[in-house]
């Protein structure tokens, strides 16, 4: 299977969604006055990192769904020059990751076309359009990006064929993890909750039907869920490029 090593490119796709809405609790006292996604790294807000990597990639527009402290999104976002067009759709009572991405993915401007989606809590960057042509190429109604773990976990299994068979298996010896970013077909919204989680319910529906596939990814990523983890990122991302791991 083709790995993603980090390398810049265009994508064919136009369109994105960030899932913005969580407390982000685990990253308290840092989210106390804003939502996880504002969470600064190195003074950038983890979403206007995520904002500049999908207009880099060819992005054009991206639907951020917000809901803790979504005024704090639209305020940044509204008082910013954007590489793209950046809209807020915000929840008014919390509706699960998988409400949350179908709600917004409602309003995408583009219904007919793919479109990105991304957990606002990742600190990534790889070529999207790599894992467009990968998409297409295997004609699945969903791709997920896989990225390394960083510590001993169960990680998702994959088929000969590259189609996901589980999001956690204890099987692997350099298990590979649920990176947070997917690109899904515009059949996929329908299959997605008005409310709840969507691993439990869309993914694991794809996973049944053999419809998801998975994309290894070996560039740098970090899900920032702790202060820990903040910590360890900007450690890494202070050093040269070449030595980097996140």
């Not at 202060?227 to 996140?246: C, F, G, I, N, V």
Request: aromatic share 6%; with cysteine.
């Amino acid at each position: 299977m083709r790995r993603d090593s980090g390398e810049p490119g265009r994508s064919a796709v136009r369109q994105g969604v960030v899932l913005a809405g969580g407390y982000g609790r685990r990253l308290r006292p840092l989210t106390c006055d804003r939502p996880k996604a504002m969470v600064e790294v190195r003074g950038t807000p983890i979403l206007r990192h995520q904002i500049d990597w999908f207009a880099e990639s060819g992005v054009e527009r991206v639907i951020v769904s917000a809901g803790y402290l979504a005024t704090v999104i639209s305020d940044y976002l509204g008082s910013r020059e954007l590489p793209l067009r950046a809209e807020v759709v915000v929840e008014e009572r919390p509706l699960g990751r998988g409400g949350g991405l179908k709600r917004a993915a409602r309003v995408l401007p583009y219904p007919d076309e793919p479109w990105l989606a991304a957990y606002g809590d990742i600190w990534t960057s790889f070529s999207l359009s790599d894992m467009c042509a990968h998409h297409e190429r295997h004609a699945a109604l969903a791709t997920v990006a896989l990225a390394r773990a960083g510590a001993p976990r169960a990680g998702v299994e994959c088929d000969e064929r590259g189609r996901v068979t589980s999001l956690a298996s204890a099987g692997s010896p350099r298990p590979r993890v649920n990176a947070g970013i997917y690109l899904l077909a515009p059949e996929a919204v329908d299959l997605l909750p008005d409310e709840g989680d969507h691993v439990q319910s869309t993914l694991a529906h794809l996973i049944r039907t053999r419809q998801l596939m998975g994309y290894p990814v070996d560039a740098p990523w970090r899900a920032v869920n702790t202060p820990q983890d903040l910590a360890e990122l900007e450690r890494e991302l202070a050093k040269p490029r070449s030595a980097r791991t996140a």
